[in-house]
């Protein structure tokens, strides 16, 4: 980072303490914040108040004889997903994903509208509501913003810190679905809003709580998990993206290919309103062959834009230019990765 005044300094080193990399805190800052204005001592309030509410901080402390960080609202936090020695410092995640939920739960105007709590009658809903080939990431997406939940990919934070794949924020107004898997694939991010779904429907979530799903990937892809709620998560998404909540692909032929595999799954979700993506990670899972899974997958997604395109460009088209002030929508774009940082 570039050489700031000495007040300035003592608060960003007070940031990065508690877990906020000094990268991470320049890209929260708006354009305006030039190397010139970093060296002001005058601009030092209004840069700490800028970051205290892009963190979710309060401001106050960071004045304080050391500065010190604290929280502006506390939540509880449930931490699911964790991969026992590879536990990940999500804190600086959390906290924009926190600040961006609170954006645009704010300002979405669609009234909350509960999900059903049977996978089997929110399937039914989304094929009469949102009818396509089959149950897909872009009729998933339309449907929790018609019931009034917002859904948000977040890029990468700052120096590429730690994210989690998937989470739920309980904001005053609404629960609001943050994905941030780095995956371009539309079938790994469809199953994990599948599954951050089935939280919600399952009243897993508590008014002022965040529930953090930090891996959802080959390790832990709808698994005997002995999470009670992580298990009852993954049999709702595995029912609202299949129609039953054991559905499990095989192949007779050990030896199939990504592209076999792909053809037999396009067919097959084609028939039984299924996404083919899904049903090729399914039998990654089921198999242990993530390679020809992935392959077909891949295969099946074509030449279509990566997944976080999709699902940030479904945000942006609820909101018009007057939702949010230029500061707001710049800090959004940034944390999305819509506009270059």
């Known amino acids: 980072m570039t050489t700031v005044s000495g007040r300035l300094d003592r608060i960003f080193g007070s940031l990065e303490a508690a877990g906020y990399s000094r990268t991470l805190q320049r890209s929260l800052l708006p354009d305006w914040v030039t190397s010139d204005v970093l060296r002001d001592d005058a601009a030092t309030s209004e840069i700490a108040a800028i970051l205290a509410k892009r963190l979710g901080l309060r401001a106050s402390p960071l004045f304080s004889q050391p500065p010190h960080v604290e929280s502006l609202r506390r939540r509880d936090t449930k931490y699911k997903r964790s991969i026992p ?10 906290s924009v994903a926190v600040a961006v939920a609170e954006i645009v739960a704010e300002e979405y105007r669609v009234p909350l509208k509960p999900f059903p709590d049977t996978a089997g009658s929110l399937r039914d809903h989304a094929r009469k509501e949102f009818p396509g080939n089959w149950l897909g990431l872009r009729n998933l997406l339309m449907m929790c913003w018609a019931h009034g939940v917002p859904v948000v990919y977040l890029a990468d934070v700052g120096d590429a810190s730690p994210k989690m794949d998937g989470m739920v924020i309980q904001t005053a107004k609404r629960p609001v679905i943050v994905l941030s898997k780095a995956s371009p694939l539309w079938a790994w991010q469809l199953f994990v809003l599948a599954h951050e779904v089935g939280h919600i429907a399952l009243g897993h979530v508590e008014p002022d709580e965040i529930l953090i799903d930090e891996q959802l990937g080959a390790d832990s892809y709808a698994l005997t998990d002995g999470d009670t709620d992580e298990r009852a998560a993954d049999e709702f998404a595995l029912e609202l993206l299949n129609g039953r909540p054991d559905a499990s692909y095989k192949l007779s032929d050990d030896r199939v290919n990504g592209a076999t595999l792909a053809n037999v799954a396009f067919d097959y979700g084609k028939k039984n309103w299924v996404d083919p993506g899904h049903i090729a990670l399914n039998y990654a899972h089921n198999s242990g062959d993530w390679k020809v899974g992935v392959s077909a997958a891949t295969t099946l997604q074509g ?5 976080p395109l999709v699902i940030n460009e479904a945000m942006w088209r609820e909101f018009n230019d007057e939702s949010f002030s ?11 990765g819509t506009i270059e940082a």
């Not at 020695?85 to 959390?94: E, F, G, M, Q, Y």
């Open 326 to 336: 230029d500061d707001t929508r710049e800090f959004l774009s940034r944390a999305t």
């Open 303 to 307: 030449d279509r834009p990566p997944a």
């Open 85 to 94: 020695n590879r536990s990940k410092n999500l804190t600086a995640a959390t």
